[in-house]
């Protein structure tokens, strides 16, 4: 720590409550990155830890008057390094701002704290026979404001949607420590530019979150399961592709390749069989879902399906979706991972992950595709020994090249894990370079000395 | 015109192509305003009307040059004024660039310019088994652009959402001229701040909008509709909160007030009984449409529904619903109208119908109120003579309340139609002080010398 770094600890812990300011070396430690792999870090000067939004607004004033960055931070179980501290950096972590402020069963909403964990909303909205939808593999564990930062995704999404599509209205701290509110709490409003779209995804550039309300939906009634292995990924692939042009909405409709099904029958013994190239797991919560499934086990069937499993029973239902809770450990019993997040026209998915099998041989590296196959948004998986600069480098080199070759397919290169450190290099490449400047005039609009998250800012 | 006007035209004239530059007075006085009532206008300086996007990046750079204001132009059906020239501007008119540039029936999205007219997006959608679901009341004549320009929603909002919820990107021409894209064509994507969101509802004022991708949706089910009548106010509020409890979402589920179904049935006498104090229009598209609409049906009886017709048919449908497709054109024959569009949380509709009805004795005036009971959204219409300056004061005074009344509410100002000219004083009382001034930053960024739509910005 510099003298000068020295100095404004000095300050801010002179000006903020005693027991909100945290520079205990072992605790900031834990506050220095998210879980993404290979993106840069570094230990914050402290960790601020507000209880409310007058205590952020405090912190956020004397930040600013001192001219030190703020990296706020939910549960730190993002993937692209969005979270991890920068060099003179405070992070303002929201983990005690936790309490779920409101449930309106009537007008079917929610108001909540960022630091809120993002089961535990679901669990009080079921609890009132409401649905809060969004469902990131992390749901355990990461908090609501940070999904709303990073515009989070999960396996609803087909039928759902995005977390930004369920946040009506925001209440936001900005770099000096002004108060705003954005939206509403009603279901339609056009009052104004949408603040609150602005702020959804944005990484804690433009502001500290520090209230979020979101819609409910019915609660729906238990999903319906069904699992189809193939002995061909362009017969999975077919099979995405006739359910989406027969007009049909699964729930959750994923995809694990060759490569994912065989860590995963390595490690659970599932029988998954040696020969499937592909597995397509899809559910539906709607009313007829039965109907539904049948329609989809037909058009599996059509398209060569070695073999279709169907569940209504919950327990079987959740034994059947075990192959792709287990893409993720099962890839990591490999060696280190670098996860991607890929997004292309829904169209696209089999040639994306052709290319990514050559990208494989290509690069003579291990590569797990596993995600979303019904939104497009895929995460292929690059298997790495950490310790060894060549297979780092192949590691590096191979991510890279399914980056590129998904901007190549018309597509994105995040689809729900955001840019953070880990892709925004990669930005100007899929922006135009006017969409940029504007990105860039907007950040500076709001935060006019660059103090928010200034290492993942565009 | 003044001088240096004139000056300004001339350039105008030599700098674009002759055929694109109308400054015929008879021309200009039909593009001088759009359909609301009471909003300031004027004669704009001249329409251009160009074909293609860089036509309208070539205008906009002389326009920039010349320092004179652009109002951008739909269809000009919007109610709030955001259309209306404002003094020394030009109106650029976008109608010529209609083209439907794609429909992607496998990807399920189209790609259109803004002049294309709503109705021919959803049939060009329909023709290949898809929905392109937004309906303003005005779908036969208003274009897309103007209905993302203003976030237009409509009938299908309770089951679909607005217009903004199906676009996905966007080619915009900003004050300079520049041209840049915004979003992507994946259903998911999260690489920089939402530029999509931000450029739809902005009235015109942060850029033209030159081409749109919006997602469609899987063609449903033709609708089956069920309209049910009410002796009581609160008995309709009650099957309508009935339905939301129960956690049914039908695709219509529409209000209509006494003095409405009185003016309709004086127009057309269809005979809905002078005992009705309020009829609720209801559809489902689901594909147990059939056993969705019984349960409603249900709600409406055990709410004392004086009486419930059906019907699958849809020609039949669509004599059910006459009733609201005739509202404003009914309530127009009894004087001069000004419509609102406030929005409240839906479990206060009932309470700002009768506040409505408040109102329109205090004041001493007609207010028929009709609108989207599913959304909270309401069209409270105010009757006056506008040749009488008392009554146009008193209907004035009265939409000033019910707008107050919604905001008392907790609603806003304006749930589809946008602020424009008619409310724009009002965004103050709805967004804080450091909502209202991050907008307006915000413009300044995109927009530095304010030359877009300026009497409309915020």
Known sequence: MTTSEQDALRVLEELLPADIVVADPDVIASYARD?????????????????????????????????????????????????NASPGCVVLSLHRMNEILEIDAEDRLAVVQPGVITASLRAAASAVGLLYPPDPGSVEMCTVGGNVSTNAGGMCC???????????????????????????RTVKGVAGYDLTRLFVGSEGT?????????????????????????????????????????????????????????????????GLGRGVAALLLVQSDDR???DLLTLIEDIC?????????????????????????LALPALERLGDWLLDDVAVPRSRIVDLIGAIEDISHQFGIVIGVFGHAGDGNLHP????????????????????AITQ????????????????????????????????AVQTAIKAALDPHNLLNPAVAW
Request: glycine share 10%; hydrophobic share 45%.
């Open 381 to 400: 998986t690059v298997i790495f020994d950490d310790a060894d600069p060549v297979s780092r480098a192949a590691a590096l080199a191979a991510f890279d």
């Open 288 to 290: 007829d879902a039965t």
């Open 35 to 83: 879980q993404s792999r290979l993106t840069d870090f570094c230990l914050p000067l402290a960790v601020v830890m507000p209880r409310t939004t007058d205590e952020v607004s405090r912190s956020l004033k004397v930040l600013h008057e001192l001219g030190i960055p703020t990296v706020a931070r939910g549960a730190g179980s993002g993937l692209s390094g969005a979270a």
């Open 301 to 325: 069937q059509q398209c060569g399906a070695l073999d279709v499993a169907r569940s209504s029973d919950p327990t079987e239902a959740a034994l059947l979706l075990e192959a792709r809770r």
């Open 206 to 270: 433009l502001g500290v979150i520090t209230e979020i309300t979101v819609r409910l939906v019915p609660g729906p009634p238990a999903a319906q399961t069904l699992v189809a292995s193939f002995a061909g990924l362009s017969d999975a692939g077919a099979a995405v592709a006739g359910v989406i042009r027969a007009g049909l909405t699964p729930s959750l409709m994923e995809i694990l390749d060759r490569t994912t099904v065989q860590a995963v029958d390595e490690m659970s013994h599932m």
């Open 158 to 184: 087909i039928k759902y949607g995005v977390t930004g599509d369920f946040v009506i209205g925001l209440e936001v701290v900005l770099a000096d420590g002004r108060v705003m509110r954005t939206g509403r």
């Open 405 to 436: 070759k998904a901007l190549d397919l018309g597509g994105t290169i995040t689809g729900e894990h955001g840019t953070g450190r880990l892709k925004r290099a990669w930005l100007v490449r899929e922006l135009d370079p006017t969409s940029h």
